[in-house]
């Protein structure tokens, strides 16, 4: 007796064991029901199963997944809530047995019409699909349980299986939801991209970036010395080589000296060139880099560098746009345009004596500061989809990011900026495959997004603030990407749809 128990015991742990892996597989809905169903035949002895689901449209049972029924039984398995002993569990939430369906049973109402095909010792059991507190179903089972199998047991089983049905519905369903939120987020990034192709290269939606473009599409026309301002890594010499593709200089050459790179007194001689014995070493003439990009752009790259002696020189350039070579007594008239950069601050150096005042203000004639990374987060999914985008396609790979990763990334202050940026997505896309989520992230990265949880959120201002504000808030904040604005709000993209509605807030394009 007490072996013959105790192998029934263990069948029925086989079972739960079985379900719970077919369950955690990561099959699509419709493959994993099929699977349970069948797995209740072949380790249960289970020939007839069914799954029905509650349709809230037509608010009926559905026979979705059945195992043994013939597809005239499925079509006619439909119940009302109540209506049937499926009808029943789902309404009231409790299993229901019925041993060896007795022929006179009238609560068993035979709607699908399988009764003529049983062989009339079976037992109908049938167990609720739970989500959380909520009946979403009806897990159906006829067995025929030999003397030695208890039904109870049995019965036992079944209901955690019911319970790990709905927790699979569960997952499943918001797997689907994120889906769906990932569909939209691309969609929406990727017309965003196409939009910026005037500016190819340069990425971003945030108001501040859209304003800096304007003023480089307009001074890119003129002949005018721009002065680009920034931290590093924000895109300065990004911005230099755009304005020179848009100019009518674009033909003509785009020569970089980083003035902080070269020793001072090699950086005249770079500049300016030389001829055949100026000092040791000369033993040719050399033309300058304002020679040699005659009719082009000249890009002064950490002009807060260049040492003193040498500004005196350069100003020379921008006012009379002649240049003399070392050692040379010819003045040699150059065509250039000047862009100059730096992220240091001008006035202070000036204030210092390290940077001269009247040179400053030569340059300072369009200044176009470009602000760091933290103060435009809005421009990071952008971003980020952007470089996924290069490195994906340098690496042969298609990496993304899950809605939660990007939301980190917006978190993080990003001191080295766009730079920074581009370097992790970088690294990220080759240490990894699929989705990139929030443990794949670099641990400082995390660390920040950690320490931003658990500061308090509601500022007395944040309170307030109408519903209706915040909203506009969030979905300037992120760049109009609803599914993302949503989970900034705390709401489910359907209530962000239904508020935007109510307020008429208007979503804007770009
Ligand atoms: N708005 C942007 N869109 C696309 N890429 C950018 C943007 N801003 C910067 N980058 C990229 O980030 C990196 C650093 O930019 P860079 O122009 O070298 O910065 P800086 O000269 O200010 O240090 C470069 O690879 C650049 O192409
Ligand atoms: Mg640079």
Redesign the pocket.
Known sequence: MGAARKSIEIKELTIVNEIAKILSRGFNLDTALNEVLKSLYAFWDVRYSFIALYDRDSRVLRIVKAYGFTKEEIERGVFKKGEGITGKVFKTGFPVVLTSLPPGESSFINKTQIRDRLEGNESFISVPIKVGGTVIGVLSVFKSFSHRESIEKGLESLMIVGTLLGMFMKLNEELLEKEKEWEEEKKVLTEELKRNMSLE????VSER?NTLLEVVRKVALTDSTVLIL?E????????AKKIHILSDRREKPFITINCAAIPENLLEAELFGYEKGAFTGATARKKGKFELADGGTVFL?EIGDMPLSLQAKLLRVLQDKEVERLGGDRTIRVNVRIIA?T?KNLETLVREGKFREDLYYRLNVVPIH?PPLRERKE?IPL?VE?FLEKFNKKYSKSVRFSPEAIRTLMEYPWHG???EL?NIVERLVIMNEGVIRDRELPSHILAYAEVIDIAPSSLPEELEKTERERIEEALKKTGYVKSRAAKLLGYTLRQLDYRIQKYGIEVKRF
């Open positions: 290269g340069v990425v971003g970036i920034g590093s890594g924000t895109g300065k010499s990004l911005i790259d950069a992220n470009i421009d971003l952007y900026n766009v730079r581009e």
